[in-house]
Nanobody, 125 residues
Framework: VQLQASGGGLVQAGESLRLSCASSGSTSYRYRFGWFRQVAGKEREVVAAISWSGLSRFYADSVQGRFTISRDNSEDTVHLQMHSLKPEDTAVYYC???????????????????WGQGTQVTVSS
């Protein structure tokens, strides 16, 4: 499956952005997805994850209550709605897919097989 992330941009603190991850090349409803972010010189960290059914979701403590991950299987798309953005949210955001119907989410980047190209999110103070 190929993943295409989009929706990044430059916003001011407190504003919102919606990232999208469009998948193609395979039926994505049997995949679980994750959003990760990375700042230059630092390790990639998980932001949010969603199971193949959408019933299980995970959020990093730093984004809990501000970000929402969702999926639209009819359009093979996963979204990350980000509200109340902070300068520390600035990073390149990546979506990733793991081909499994396991009911739980997965938080480790090594568990994901497919990765998108990343989209830059910059939050100014």
């Amino acid at each position: 499956v190929q993943l295409q992330a989009s929706g990044g941009g430059l916003v001011q603190a407190g504003e919102s952005l919606r990232l999208s991850c469009a998948s193609s090349g395979s039926t994505s409803y049997r995949y679980r997805f994750g959003w990760f972010r990375q700042v230059a010189g630092k390790e990639r960290e998980v932001v949010a994850a969603i199971s193949w059914s959408g019933l299980s979701r995970f959020y990093a403590d730093s984004v809990q209550g501000r970000f929402t991950i969702s999926r639209d299987n009819s359009e093979d798309t996963v979204h990350l709605q980000m509200h109340s953005l902070k300068p520390e949210d600035t990073a390149v955001y990546y979506c990733a897919a793991d081909p499994t119907i396991h009911p739980n989410t997965v938080k480790t980047s090594a568990s994901y097989i497919h990765w998108g190209q990343g989209t830059q999110v910059t939050v100014s103070s």
